[in-house]
């Protein structure tokens, strides 16, 4: 019975003991959220009137300005803004490597961004650029050597709805400088003034609303001020600012307040046997695939099934292929990441990368030849860049198999980003029209309204962007042109106004070189 009642008193003690330790932890924890906060609070003259003065360039550079001239200053300044940041926070900038990496591509993907008029391509460029400087400030605040893919999705989620919690920082941590400055008799009247005016802000649109609706001629004299300003104008400039400067405080703060988990923990990786089972056959059905990719595609030395010839058989299933290239290349990152070390399952896994790599050559073979039929489209082109890309990534799949140090996360960020800046300055209108321009049978051609072979290609080029107006408008086109289809006038006369709404924010280069095509064409 002794024995009994000394085991439950040190168990009693043992709890109390690991209970105080908890408790502990959260007071830690706890002080340490609180410095962050104090440190925020101290330096918010700083860190707010920052913020406030990025958010007010944030609005000149981007308001009702898709991709003018003020996108690489707009990129510029991001950096410098959270330079500035990082450097009052006591973190380096060139304290890890890489950085320069992601400054440079932001720049790059600015400037990217004011040379061409493809809407689609500067709506991903400026979506990059979003992913590549929270990205680089994660790396500068984080330890993300040992990041795998899944790992970074999961923090890059964690930090947007983090900066989500804390849109109230702002307010509180201002409220809380003003009050410490009253404590010391500084500025004892500011937090006053702040609160009239936003009392006086909804308190003046009632009363004015009210002896506008009370006397003619005071009506007819305010309305008059809206010759001049445009209210849904100033609300949404006023939206503008405050959205930016609560969004990159709350970020900013975020970041101090170092609630983000950057740490790997071990996990508990699942039997190999598992991946093994499904991935031998995967590998099995790849291999007797690429075995009739080669002997009826490449090497052309089988026998096609009646009816079939050699170009309508090419001329088919890359977008089939591209799909399984992608599915595949997720398989592998899955079983790279989920499941132990295994030999068997590092060579099926190899085995189904090359096999992938054939898909990749065979599905770019096939638009090769597609192309060659029925000319260049903005679809294909993204084709067989996703195709270039998924060739590199499989390259550091491979590295990645036989060597598990290998920095796989980086190596893929870096690629995808690469390929991209190239595809960003390419400009893809202006080759395809000049592809599809250099095959138009112009004997062959017929008159307004006919259908001719070419008629779909006239179609399509009056859907590309301003890039390709140098080419459309030139002088052995212009005429040809606007002869062959009623929609080529159309698409002209809307580039020539897409050209006359330049300014100074907004000028952008393709646009203006689109103008004077058309000048010298008419």
């Known amino acids: 019975m002794e024995n009994e009642m000394g085991t439950e008193k040190r168990t009693e003690m043992g709890n109390e003991i690991g209970k105080e330790k908890e408790a502990g932890k959260e007071k830690e924890a706890g002080k340490e959220v ?16 920052i913020s406030a003065l990025y958010a007010l360039f944030y609005t000149f550079c981007l308001y009702r300005n898709a991709s003018g001239i003020t996108w690489p200053f707009f990129a510029a300044g991001t950096l410098v803004y959270f330079g500035l940041c990082m450097r009052r926070s006591g973190v380096p900038w060139n304290g890890k490597k890489g950085s320069v990496f992601y400054a440079a591509a932001t720049l790059l993907l600015g400037v990217s961004i004011f040379l061409t008029d493809n809407v689609f391509i500067n709506s991903v460029t400026k979506a990059a650029i979003f992913l590549l400087t929270v990205s680089m400030m994660l790396h500068q605040y984080l330890d993300d050597r040992r990041w795998s893919l899944s790992k970074y999705l999961t923090v890059l989620g964690q930090a947007l709805l983090e900066t989500v919690a804390s849109l109230a920082f702002p307010v509180s941590d201002g409220n809380a400088w003003m009050k410490e400055r009253e404590k010391e008799g500084k500025n004892a009247k500011v937090r006053y003034v702040i609160l009239g005016i936003l009392i006086l802000c909804p308190l003046l649109a009632v009363i004015l609303a009210l002896l506008a609706s009370a006397d003619l001629v005071f009506r007819e004299v305010f309305l008059h001020l809206f010759d001049y300003v445009e209210p849904l104008e100033v609300f949404a400039v006023c939206f503008m600012l405050a959205t930016m400067f609560f969004a990159s405080y709350s970020f900013v703060s975020m970041l101090n307040e170092g609630v983000l988990k950057a740490g790997c923990a071990e996990r508990k990786k699942q039997e190999p046997v598992l991946a093994i089972t499904v991935t031998s056959v995967l590998a099995a059905v790849y291999l007797f695939f690429c075995g009739i990719q080669i002997a009826f595609l490449f090497l052309r030395q089988a026998g096609l099934p009646d009816g079939q010839s050699y170009a309508s058989y090419a001329r088919q299933g890359f977008f089939q292929l591209l799909a399984v290239c992608v599915i595949n290349l997720v398989i592998v990152l899955i079983c790279l990441s989920c499941f132990r070390e295994s030999r068997v399952l590092k060579g099926i896994l190899a085995v ?7 898909m990749a050559v065979s599905s770019a073979w096939r638009m090769l030849l597609y192309i060659g039929a029925y000319r260049l489209t903005f679809l294909r082109v993204l084709v067989l860049w996703a195709l270039a890309v998924i060739g590199v990534l499989l390259v550091g799949i491979l590295c990645s198999i036989f060597r598990p140090e290998f920095p796989l996360l980086r ?53 590309l962007s301003a890039d390709a107006v140098p080419v459309l408008a030139s002088e052995e086109n212009y005429g040809f042109l606007c002869g062959r289809t009623e929609r080529m006038p159309q698409y002209f006369d809307r580039m020539e106004k897409r050209t006359e709404e330049t300014g100074v924010r907004t000028f952008n280069l393709s646009r203006h070189l689109a103008k004077r095509a058309l000048e010298r064409a008419r």
Not at 352 to 358: D, E, F, G, P, R
Not at 432 to 451: C, P, Q
Request: contains cysteine.
């Open 411 to 463: 190596f893929m960020m870096a690629a995808v980003t690469v390929c991209y800046i190239f595809l960003a300055f390419a400009k893809p209108d202006y080759w395809i029209a000049r592809y599809n321009m250099a095959h138009v049978s112009r004997e062959a051609a017929g008159s307004v309204g006919e259908l001719t072979e070419d008629y779909g290609d006239y179609l399509y080029l009056t859907e």
């Open 352 to 358: 189904i990368s090359l096999c992938t790599c054939c």
């Open 34 to 49: 609180d410095q962050s906060r104090r440190f925020m609070r101290k330096n918010y003259a700083f860190f707010g009137g």
